[in-house]
């Protein structure tokens, strides 16, 4: 664990400066389809992204990842967060992929692990990687 905030150790390791935090990760937050959307959206209705906004600003403020969780929850149910071009065409921010920096930020261990393929150590090592079903004996038990 550490005693930075997601927003110190964001932008420890993109460059930034604290003040750029907001504006970086909400862009690079938001849908792909969305990016190149937002100056139009923000142009006609500039308070279209608010929720999006409350949401990277108060997850910047996280230290441990499995306070995210509670942070989505509010996100989803924010009184700004509906209508047919936030709910619809997903003009706004993924949560989905917010959480995958905040993870990649919090615990970079667990980013390493996801680049060798998604996988973590062989479960059941022990029994040569084959689980055994419960109250049967391994195959090399059995034999002996």
Do not use: I
Not at 30 to 35: E, G, I, K, S, V
Request: charged letters at 25%; one cysteine or more; proline letters at 6%.
């Amino acid at each position: 664990m550490t005693d930075k905030t997601f927003a110190e150790l964001y932008c420890e390791k993109h460059g930034l400066k604290l003040e750029q935090y907001q504006s970086a990760v909400l862009m690079r937050s938001l849908y792909p389809h969305a990016r190149w959307l937002a100056p139009l959206v923000g142009f006609f209705w500039p308070q279209h992204f608010a929720a999006d906004a409350d949401f990277v600003r108060s997850v910047g403020l996280l230290r441990r990842f499995r306070e995210f969780a509670y942070e989505a929850e509010e996100f989803a149910h924010h009184p700004a967060n509906r209508g047919f071009w936030r709910r619809t065409v997903n003009v706004r921010v993924s949560s989905r992929a917010l959480r995958r920096m905040v993870r990649a930020a919090l615990h970079p261990e667990l980013e390493a692990q996801e680049e060798g393929g998604g996988r973590t150590s062989v479960p059941f090592a022990g029994s040569g990687g084959k689980p055994v079903a419960p109250g049967r004996k391994h195959s090399t038990e059995a034999s002996a």
